[in-house]
């Protein structure tokens, strides 16, 4: 993988609220389907991309917003070889709800999913590459890009403002208990039969039901959960190899490969941000 296509991950453990994400050749950078805790906005900086946003598949390109709601089913790839790059931030929801809160958005300081998934606009689109150069510059205090980053989080929320909210349809108890034990257990090995018999539910129809609520197989989004428990873990500076134990996997090469799948890039990527390079 060429420097331009390999990810750089930006972070800051005094800013633990946010982390960025910049890659300048995205040819060969493909996602399967998946969805974070936190919520996302990305800014696409050159060429065209697909983006699929739960059951909606849009064509983005160069100039465009897209975002994110926690636990909202995505995936970003690249259009027949086409270069395109794209910045994408990474936002945690608790503090982005107590902004939004404070700027009189929310009558509590909960998560309300925002129903817009594609913006256009240029002014929010220069300012959210302003925002990301100051991340990325060595040189800016951390204070700085503190405010910076409250700054333009503060006048996007605000553009947004007048968008209805969103929310996805209610899963049954039977569905979010079966969704709970696997956030729970995720470590675990957990067969289809004894998530059928806890549910009541055939395989067949607990798969159907499940991914057509939650955008993956109960299969994907125990793996999905694994993964986020280790990409936790390579934050806090875990071998490679504890991470991938820790998160439930039998060995770090099945670990590597699930990672690189769902976060598009290599654990050692991710575990190295800018700040330690």
């Keep these: 993988?060429?420097?331009?296509?390999?990810?750089?991950?930006?972070?800051?453990q005094r800013m633990p609220h946010v982390e960025l994400r910049k890659i300048s050749d995205a040819r060969q950078v493909c996602y399967a389907p998946h969805s974070h805790v936190h919520w996302s906005l990305g800014?696409?900086?050159?060429?065209?991309?697909?983006?699929?946003y739960r059951d909606t598949t849009y064509q983005i390109s160069a100039g465009d917003l897209v975002m994110m709601n926690p636990h909202w089913v995505h995936a970003c790839n690249p259009i027949?070889?086409?270069p395109w790059a794209y910045l994408m931030l990474y936002v945690d929801t608790a503090w982005l709800s107590s902004l939004r809160y404070q700027l009189g958005l929310?009558?509590?300081?909960?998560w309300q999913d925002i129903a817009t998934a594609v913006l256009t606009q240029p002014e929010?689109?220069?300012?959210?590459?302003?925002?990301?150069?100051?991340?990325?510059?060595?040189?800016?205090?951390?204070?700085?890009?503190?405010?910076?980053?409250?700054?333009?989080?503060?006048?996007?929320m605000q553009a947004l403002a007048h968008?209805?909210?969103?929310a996805l349809p209610e899963a049954s108890s039977t569905l979010e208990q079966v969704a709970v034990y696997l956030r729970n257990n995720c470590t675990a090995d957990i067969s289809l039969e004894s998530l059928c018999q806890q549910s009541g539910y055939s395989a067949g129809h607990l798969i159907r039901a499940f991914k057509q609520h939650y955008g993956l197989t109960p299969h994907a989004y125990l793996i999905n959960q694994r993964i986020q428990m280790g990409?936790?873990?390579?934050?806090?500076?875990?071998?490679?190899?504890e991470a991938a134990l820790n998160a439930g996997f039998n060995d770090q090469p099945h670990f590597q490969r699930t990672f690189k799948r769902l976060v598009?890039?290599?654990?050692?990527?991710?575990?190295?941000?800018?700040?330690?390079?």
């Excluded at 060429?2 to 750089?8: A, E, I, Q």
């Excluded at 290599?266 to 390079?277: D, E, G, I, K, V």
């Design 231 to 241: 990409q936790e873990a390579l934050k806090q500076g875990q071998p490679i190899v």
């Design 124 to 156: 929010l689109y220069a300012a959210y590459c302003d925002m990301a150069s100051c991340l990325l510059d060595e040189r800016q205090a951390i204070d700085d890009k503190q405010a910076v980053l409250t700054d333009y989080l503060s006048s996007f």
């Design 1 to 12: 993988m060429s420097p331009s296509s390999s990810p750089l991950f930006w972070r800051d």
């Design 43 to 52: 800014a696409v900086t050159a060429g065209r991309s697909t983006f699929r």
């Design 106 to 110: 929310l009558d509590a300081p909960d």
């Design 163 to 166: 968008a209805p909210p969103a």
């Design 264 to 277: 598009a890039a290599t654990p050692n990527q991710y575990r190295y941000p800018l700040l330690n390079q």
């Design 80 to 82: 027949e070889n086409q």
